[in-house]
């Protein structure tokens, strides 16, 4: 299979149109019928399910998404690997969580970057799930995220230890003098999705199943312009919260009758 073909199985899965496609790659559509017929005839599986007015994929082709996704990754970084040799001597891959990224990782990569001015590093954010993929699959070096991966020929340990704290907006006083774990319920608490195993599970544990937020978003540093100008409370990282409470823009909320479970970042590589 070559790159223009995998390429092509993306896009066509994305847009699920053949037409559409076709046009966004400047080929024939006949071009996109034959790049996909021989993909599903090399890999022995129908990818798609085409009718009249939708194509979706198969879940085989739903498997090998993820996989295409990666063989174009790895093929560019080693592209770039190989292109790097000529300009720097080394070149290090490092992914990321965005929260993590911006608490802790910014202030040392600047100030690493200051001092290695012949060395590239590539960074990519993205979930703790496909970073730790990219790793395995050698696309990266180096991955910084909250999940834990212990195995064979996997270097991981603690990066940094973070609280997990109650904040709100200044000025909303509702619970200036702390909060009663079946207040929740009761409250303006926009959610963040946090995909921190125990630190997750201990949210959502805190509302009924299915409870429908007023708010609910996958990015801790995207929930504080919300608390910050429509109110609301909700749990953050406190390393996140720490410059908004210094200048007084968001408050902590003392919890009253229950507490809340520490944040565990990991850095993990291959040995």
């Given at each position: 299979?070559?790159?223009?073909?995998?390429?092509?199985?993306?896009?066509?899965?994305?847009?699920?149109?053949?037409t559409q496609t076709a046009e966004q790659l400047y080929v024939a559509q006949s071009t996109v019928t034959n790049r996909i017929a021989d993909l599903e005839a090399?890999?022995?599986?129908?990818?798609?399910?085409?009718?009249?007015?939708?194509?979706?994929?198969?879940?085989?082709?739903?498997?090998?998404?993820?996989?295409?996704?990666?063989?174009?990754?790895?093929?560019?970084?080693?592209?770039?690997?190989?292109?790097?040799?000529?300009?720097?001597?080394?070149?290090?891959?490092?992914?990321?969580?965005?929260?993590?990224?911006?608490?802790?990782?910014?202030?040392?990569?600047?100030?690493?970057?200051?001092?290695?001015?012949?060395?590239?590093?590539?960074?990519?954010?993205?979930?703790?799930?496909?970073?730790?993929?990219?790793?395995?699959?050698?696309?990266?070096?180096?991955?910084?995220?909250?999940?834990?991966?212990?195995?064979?020929?996997?270097?991981?340990?603690?990066?940094?230890?973070?609280?997990?704290?109650?904040?709100?907006?200044?000025?909303?006083?509702?619970?200036?003098?702390?909060?009663?774990?079946?207040?929740?319920?009761?409250?303006?608490?926009?959610?963040?999705?946090?995909?921190?195993?125990?630190?997750?599970?201990?949210?959502?544990?805190?509302?009924?199943?299915?409870?429908?937020?007023?708010?609910?978003?996958?990015?801790?540093?995207?929930?504080?312009?919300?608390?910050?100008?429509?109110?609301?409370?909700?749990?953050?990282?406190?390393?996140?919260?720490?410059?908004?409470?210094?200048?007084?823009?968001?408050?902590?909320?003392?919890?009253?009758?229950?507490?809340?479970?520490?944040?565990?970042?990991?850095?993990?590589?291959?040995?």
């Amino acid at each position: 299979m070559d790159t223009q073909t995998l390429k092509t199985f993306l896009l066509l899965a994305k847009l699920k149109n053949f037409t559409q496609t076709a046009e966004q790659l400047y080929v024939a559509q006949s071009t996109v019928t034959n790049r996909i017929a021989d993909l599903e005839a090399e890999l022995g599986t129908p990818l798609f399910v085409r009718s009249k007015r939708s194509v979706t994929l198969t879940p085989e082709g739903l498997s090998f998404e993820q996989y295409a996704r990666r063989i174009l990754e790895l093929e560019q970084t080693a592209f770039q690997e190989m292109n790097s040799i000529r300009n720097f001597s080394h070149t290090t891959h490092i992914g990321t969580t965005n929260t993590i990224y911006e608490c802790y990782l910014y202030p040392q990569i600047k100030e690493w970057l200051k001092e290695h001015p012949r060395h590239a590093l590539k960074i990519t954010i993205g979930h703790s799930q496909d970073l730790l993929c990219a790793l395995q699959d050698g696309i990266m070096d180096q991955v910084y995220c909250y999940t834990p991966l212990r195995k064979k020929g996997i270097f991981c340990e603690v990066f940094a230890i973070d609280e997990l704290i109650l904040v709100t907006g200044t000025g909303q006083n509702q619970y200036q003098n702390g909060i009663y774990k079946s207040d929740l319920i009761h409250s303006d608490y926009l959610f963040c999705n946090f995909a921190l195993q125990e630190v997750g599970s201990f949210i959502r544990e805190l509302f009924p199943p299915h409870f429908l937020f007023r708010l609910e978003i996958d990015n801790s540093t995207k929930l504080i312009p919300y608390l910050l100008d429509i109110g609301g409370i909700s749990f953050l990282p406190e390393s996140l919260a720490k410059p908004y409470l210094e200048n007084g823009a968001l408050t902590k909320i003392p919890l009253l009758d229950f507490e809340a479970p520490k944040i565990s970042c990991y850095k993990i590589q291959k040995v």
